[in-house]
C-alpha cells in the first residue's frame, strides 16, 4: 500500500513540474520531436544555448542523476523501510519506471500529443510529428536505462544508512 501511495505522488508532483515547465512551450523545445525542433530552428525559436550536448549538458544530467539517486534512496529508506542495498535499488528502480511510464503514455501520449497549448506557432501544419508516438515510447526506454545509475546509488544510500 505504501508503494501505491508512493507511486501515485510520485506522479502528481512530476505532473506539477511539467505543468510549471510546460506554460513556455518554447523553453522545453528540446523535448519535442526533431521535426518540430527543426522548424522552431527555421523559425528563429530556439535557444541554441540550451541544446542538448557539450560537456555542461552531460555534467548537468550525471549531477541531477545522482541527487535523483540520492532523493530516492533516502526515500525508499524512510518511507519504503528498505535497508539493504538490492532491496533499496530495486524499489528505486520500480518507483523511477512508474513514474517513467506514466510520463510517456499519460503525460506525453495522451496530453501532450492532443493538448493545442503545446502546439508551437508556426507549427500547427505538424500533426503528424506532434502525435508521433513512438517518440516518447522510445524516449521512456532511455529514461528506464538512465534510472539504473540512479537506482545503484539510492540502493547505496540505503545500505550505507
Request: charged fraction near 15%.
Amino acid at each position: 500500500m505504501t508503494f501505491l501511495l508512493e507511486s501515485i505522488i510520485a506522479c502528481a508532483v512530476f505532473t506539477l513540474f511539467v505543468f510549471l515547465m510546460s506554460r513556455d512551450p518554447v523553453k522545453t523545445i528540446f523535448n519535442y520531436p526533431p521535426a518540430i525542433i527543426e522548424r522552431c530552428r527555421s523559425l528563429g525559436l530556439v535557444d541554441e544555448s540550451n541544446r542538448p550536448g557539450g560537456s555542461v549538458f552531460y555534467a548537468k544530467k550525471v549531477t541531477a542523476l545522482i541527487v535523483f539517486g540520492v532523493l530516492l534512496g533516502l526515500l525508499v529508506r524512510y518511507v519504503n523501510g528498505c535497508t539493504e542495498f538490492w532491496s533499496g535499488a530495486l524499489t528505486a528502480y520500480a518507483l523511477w519506471c512508474i513514474v517513467d511510464w506514466f510520463d510517456a503514455l499519460v503525460l506525453d501520449c495522451l496530453w501532450f500529443c492532443h493538448d493545442p497549448h503545446f502546439i508551437i506557432k508556426g507549427t500547427e501544419d505538424m500533426t503528424k510529428d506532434y502525435h508521433d508516438y513512438r517518440f516518447h515510447i522510445k524516449g521512456s526506454l532511455i529514461g528506464m536505462v538512465l534510472a539504473i545509475p540512479s537506482a545503484l546509488i539510492a540502493g547505496l544510500v540505503v545500505s550505507v544508512l
